[in-house]
């Protein structure tokens, strides 16, 4: 069938509408953030009874949002459904506890929820935008808060040059130690998932070492994937065309892991999977059909728990429930459920021994009975 001229602006309208609504549920996002961002990095005004009802009215509109954007197409279809997910959890768990009366937990809460966005920004490469959000009194915010913020609402180009600077001038400008290795993983973060230039990454990285009063452990931790994205730049961009392709590939660089090894002190490996994590997300914005869905969940699991220990609602817990719960009869899913049952079970070990909560304890044996009955025992 010929393809009718008429139909062409009709396409393109079509293809324009989707994407549009991600944007415009984004640009309202914007605004809240800007609405909340001077009692975000004030626990003083976070906490002050007169400026209750504004917060709580702007997190009320932000929990909504955050549901609209939850049931958007390209959101369900795609890995952003788990960042998503967690999003609106998280605010309606940091507005419950806000209105019981605990503010600074609520606080914490909401600036934890807060790397939701990023975690879906940092999936694929991007353009920087160039929004800056102001404060109504700038002076009292720090450099590294800044940053954070300009980070979240895409502005790469200016974040950057803002981590540069908590590095670059690290002591003097008071920054915490914390603070400039979040600053270095930023980068990492960009150079290899937005930018997707590890050469650039390996410069930046050199640059920050011409910094002589950095930590020892700072210094180590730069060196190290300063040498690895020397290292990962000569290496070829897999030809991710095909599952039969995409598997072949991470397995590849999944090898130890797959086989049950792991060291997170691996700088090397760390960036390998960063780098695989952005393929896959790819993968799966541009195959939202795939059959490979439960194994790149899998996949994924691996590659972001070297980027990340928290337990609760963390990327990797997320990623394996979603392999389980969505794909039970795949044969993956009992892989996935054993390695949500590893996670946990290093998760809530302490010096007293394993002490695994009982929602969480309920939660897996919701998920062991799912897989055995879907699969016939
Ligand atoms: C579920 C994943 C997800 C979450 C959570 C999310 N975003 Fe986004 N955001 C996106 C996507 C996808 C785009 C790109 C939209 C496009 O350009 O089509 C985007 C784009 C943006 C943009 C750029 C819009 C423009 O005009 O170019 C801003 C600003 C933004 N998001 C702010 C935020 C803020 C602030 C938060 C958290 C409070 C947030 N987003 C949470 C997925 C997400």
């Known amino acids: ?22 944007k415009t549920q984004m640009d309202e996002m914007l605004q809240h953030i800007a609405e909340l961002k001077p009692f975000v990095t004030s626990p003083t005004k976070y906490a002050a009874p ?32 788990v960042p998503a997910t967690a999003f609106e959890t998280q605010l309606q768990d940091a507005q419950r506890v806000f209105n019981s ?53 895409r502005n790469f180009d200016k974040a950057l040059e803002f981590y540069n600077k908590i590095i670059g001038e690290f002591p003097s400008n008071k920054a915490l130690v914390q603070d400039v290795e979040t ?9 290899t998932r937005i930018s997707r230039n590890l050469k650039d990454l390996a410069k930046s990285l050199d640059n920050d070492l011409k910094n002589k009063n950095l930590l020892p452990a700072t210094v180590a931790i730069i060196k190290g994937y300063k040498e690895a994205a020397n290292t990962i730049a000569q290496e ?17 660089i999944l090898r130890k892991e797959l086989a049950g090894g792991l060291s997170y002190e691996d700088s090397r490996q760390n960036l390998r999977n960063l780098r695989l994590s952005g393929f896959l997300y790819e993968y799966l914005d541009k195959h939202p059909e795939t059959n490979l ?36 009869s795949n044969p993956v899913a009992k892989k996935c459920f054993k390695e949500f049952k590893d996670l946990m079970i290093i998760g809530y070990s302490g010096s007293g021994g394993t ?22 025992k």
């Open 293 to 328: 869905k439960p194994d790149i969940y899998y996949w994924l699991s691996f590659c972001e728990s070297r980027w990340e220990r928290g337990l609760q609602d963390s990327l990797p817990e997320l990623y394996l429930k979603k392999c389980v719960t969505e794909f039970p």
């Open 183 to 191: 600053a270095v993983i930023r980068k990492i973060f960009y150079y």
């Open 101 to 153: 009366g605990n503010k600074s937990y609520s606080l914490w809460m909401l600036r934890s929820s807060l790397s939701n966005c990023i975690s879906c920004h940092t999936q694929m490469p991007a353009q920087s935008t160039s929004f800056a959000i102001r404060n109504k009194d700038q002076n009292l915010v720090n450099l590294f808060q800044e940053a954070e913020f300009l980070f979240i609402v």
């Open 50 to 81: 007169e400026n209750s009802p504004e917060i709580n009215s702007v997190l009320t509109k932000m929990v909504a949002l955050s549901a609209k954007i939850k049931h958007d197409d390209k959101v369900k279809s795609t890995a952003l459904q």
């Open 1 to 22: 069938m010929q393809l009718r001229w008429t139909s062409i602006p009709l396409l393109l309208i079509f293809a324009c509408a989707t994407q549009a609504k991600v």
């Open 236 to 252: 070829p961009v897999p030809a991710m065309t095909t599952d039969a392709a995409t598997r072949t590939y991470a397995e590849k």
């Open 355 to 376: 002490n695994i909560p009982a929602d969480v304890s309920a939660e897996m044996e919701k998920m062991q009975t799912l897989i055995e009955t879907r699969n016939g």
